[in-house]
């Protein structure tokens, strides 16, 4: 009798088949802390442009009160802007895209529409509670992770 030394072919597809499985699950790991850093990301500078725009209300910035406007459009990237007064696309100061992989939650924003949350001036309170939710879409179109922006009557804006 004699003994064979060696790999066999076995142990060669087993330890391929292992490596696969670990590269497999740390790229989906890096890749899920991309996308949700990008929502992170994109809620945090929503809340950031909503307290502007309650800052500038209660100061009475321009003497008016200040809103941030939210569209949602079919034909054009999901977007927020800061105004004063009344929104039109000439009011706005700047615009903010949403990431490509961040959408409006359709339950809070349909597709085709737009909603404005406006502060009083000196108070600083919006004229109605409201949520905007994010979603995070991965392949497939399918939601990744979500977020949700409220700000309630009494003008705390939380996430």
């Known amino acids: 009798m004699f003994k064979r ?3 066999s072919t076995i142990e060669i597809l087993t330890v391929i088949a292992l490596l696969v499985i670990i590269g497999g699950i740390t790229i989906a790991n890096i890749f899920g802390r991309k996308g949700r850093s ?16 309650q800052s500038r209300s209660v100061s009475q910035a321009s003497s008016t009160s200040w809103g941030v406007h939210f569209e949602n459009g079919t034909g054009t990237a ?24 961040v959408r409006y939650a359709t339950a809070t924003l349909a597709l085709g529409s737009s909603t404005d949350i406006v502060f009083s001036q000196i108070v600083g ?9 994010l979603e995070l879409v991965g392949g497939g179109n399918f939601v990744v992770a979500t977020s949700a922006i409220r700000v309630n009557n009494n003008g705390s804006v939380e996430y």
Request: aromatic share 8%; no cysteine.
């Open 5 to 7: 030394s060696g790999i």
């Open 125 to 133: 309170r919006p004229q109605a509670t409201t949520s905007i939710g």
């Open 78 to 101: 999901p977007f927020y802007a800061l105004f004063p007064g009344q929104y039109a696309s000439t009011t706005r100061l700047g615009s903010h895209r949403l990431p490509v992989s």
């Open 38 to 53: 990008e929502i992170d990301s994109a809620t945090k500078q929503i809340v950031a442009l909503l307290r502007e725009a």
